[in-house]
């Protein structure tokens, strides 16, 4: 009886560490899931950020089927950090501890699409900031010219505008020389 006890209370001071240190708050400022994409055999989850976070706040945790995995986390730019987990994710509902904030998320099959694009716009609310709102998966090779309509996370209410697909972009002001698609006022 005695060692059920114990194990019982060792689990659950495992649980409740595992929380309290994955969902600890971010230090002022805000995480929101974006998706849930793939890329060179990992699972990644991309997030919106506001406010101030430290490196400290790019350390996540995930759960599938009661296996915890470390988030391996980067900061894009000031607003998007894109976090990799392995693969066992795919075809799995996960829950993420990222940004002080519990997420359920579904992880479908990476067998799909497999050529991956960035999308590099900029907003208002990018500050003018070229900034990449990929990626962007599909099952055939972009060509040059391809238009993509893709979601824009505007703060204020998300919308749909137009990118075309570049083997480099027109211009050197973005931070993005490759294949990629962009908006066209380069």
């Known amino acids: 009886m005695e060692?059920?006890?114990l194990i019982v209370l060792v689990l659950l001071s495992l649980l409740v560490a595992l929380v309290g240190v994955a969902a600890a708050p971010m230090a002022g400022g805000t995480a929101t899931l974006l998706g849930v994409g793939f890329t060179h055999g990992r699972v990644v989850f991309t997030f919106k950020v506001t406010g101030d976070y430290s490196a400290e706040d790019l350390e996540g945790l995930m759960v599938v089927d009661g296996q915890s995995y470390n988030l391996n986390c980067r900061k894009?730019?000031?607003?998007i950090v894109k976090c990799t987990a392995p693969k066992k994710a795919e075809n799995h509902t996960v829950n993420l501890y990222w940004g002080g904030t519990a997420y359920t998320a579904e992880v479908h099959?990476?067998?799909g699409p497999e050529y991956c694009y960035g999308v590099w716009d900029y907003w208002d609310f990018t500050d003018n900031a070229w900034t990449n709102f990929g990626p962007q998966?599909?099952?055939a090779p972009a060509q040059v010219g391809d238009e993509l309509w893709y979601t824009v996370p505007d703060p204020t209410g998300s919308f749909e505008a137009p990118v075309w697909f570049e083997n480099s972009p027109a211009c050197d002001t973005t931070p993005n020389?490759?294949?990629?698609y962009y908006w066209d006022d380069c």
């Open 177 to 180: 020389h490759g294949p990629a």
């Open 109 to 111: 099959d990476a067998s």
């Open 3 to 5: 060692k059920r006890l």
């Open 76 to 79: 894009v730019n000031f607003e």
């Open 137 to 139: 998966c599909q099952e």
